[in-house]
């Protein structure tokens, strides 16, 4: 059974930092490109960022790139999202999500597993 259990949220000031985990089992982590979506309230599940299984590439939604790291460690098998700066536009619900030889796609139709989510809040 495939599981992904994010962790690291919580509520932060503004211009305040948080590192995001996501630990993965019941898969082939090395074969699966990763991913972090986020949903706040009354909205879409918008992109993040995303790191593709083979080379690690990583790509970022423009609203995060400079603030925002994605990361991932093969050995834990854990995804990570290390996020800086942070801006009360920022809160939301953040899920990690898997994608089978993803190679970082933005498109939440792509990827194949999901994490229940964690919660950031980012006050002004």
């Known amino acids: 059974q495939v599981q992904l259990v994010e962790s690291g949220g919580g509520l932060v000031q503004d211009g305040g930092s948080l590192r995001l985990s996501c630990a993965a089992s019941g898969l082939t982590f090395t074969r699966y490109g990763m991913a972090w979506f986020r949903q706040a309230p009354g909205k879409e599940r918008e992109f993040a960022a995303a790191i593709s299984w083979k080379n690690f590439n990583t790509y970022y939604a423009d609203s995060v790139k400079g603030r925002f790291t994605i990361s991932r460690d093969s050995a834990k098998n854990t995804l990570y999202l290390e996020m800086n700066s942070l801006k009360p536009e920022d809160t939301a619900t953040y899920y990690c999500?898997?994608?089978?030889w993803g190679l970082g796609s933005s498109r939440t139709e792509e990827y194949n597993y999901w994490g229940q989510g964690t919660q950031v809040t980012v006050s002004s």
């Open positions: 999500a898997a994608d089978l």
